[in-house]
Each structure stands twice: as C-alpha cells, then as structure tokens.
C-alpha cells in the first residue's frame, strides 16, 4: 500500500504565506516526480508545480515567482512553499507522485493525496 499524506493547508490573508508538504510511505520502490495541483470549485484540476527526482522544476504562470517546491528523497517529501499568496489561489491542493511500488517496481503509476483546502481571503 502506498500513501500521500498532505498537510500544512488553511486560511490567509492575501499577501501572506502558507508551506504545503506532502510524505509519500508505504511499499515503494522509486519516485520519479512529484508534483502539486490545485482544483478550485467549478473549475478543472490544474498542475501548480512539479519537480524530477533530479531536482529539475516546472511551475504553471500563475504562480512563478511566488510558489517554490522542493522534495526531500530521504524522505519521501515534496513541500510547495507559497508567498504573497492571492485570494485566486483560493482552492483544494492535491499532491501527486509518479512512482514505482515494490510489488510492482517495473512500472510507475500516478498516486494522489486526498487534498488540503488552501483559503486566500481578500
């Protein structure tokens, strides 16, 4: 079994700061990237940022400059830090990774957490 543990979600006011984090634990053999998305009500799940097990980073538009993710190998951990933060990044925040499980270690499959609510109040 593998799971993606997210936490670090809540309300804040615009301009202000919030740091996600999402561990990954179970039977795994490798992680490939690791990623966040957000889905805000009545629209379609977006990718926020992404990052290789290689340390190599991809960020949507919208959050360039503001949002920073990082992974921890170690520790199975990929965190998403997001500054001056806008009442638009308003939304549910999923952490997904493309790993390997041991009981399967010859092919990789998307895995996703079950969602932190991020609140942005103007």
């Known amino acids: 079994q593998v799971q993606l543990v997210e936490s670090g979600g809540g309300l804040v006011q615009a301009g202000g700061s919030l740091r996600l984090s999402c561990a990954a634990s179970g039977s795994i053999f490798s992680i490939n990237a690791m990623g966040w998305y957000r889905q805000a009500p009545g629209k379609q799940r977006e990718l926020v940022a992404a990052?290789?097990?290689?340390?190599?980073?991809n960020y949507a538009d919208s959050v360039k400059g503001r949002f920073t993710i990082s992974r921890d190998n170690a520790k199975n951990t990929v965190y998403l830090q997001m500054n001056s933060l806008k009442p638009e990044d308003t939304a549910v925040y999923y952490c997904n990774a493309d790993l390997s499980p041991l009981s399967d270690y010859g092919l990789a499959y998307d895995y996703w957490g079950q969602g932190t609510q991020v609140t942005v109040s103007s």
């Open positions: 990052i290789t097990s290689g340390g190599s980073t």
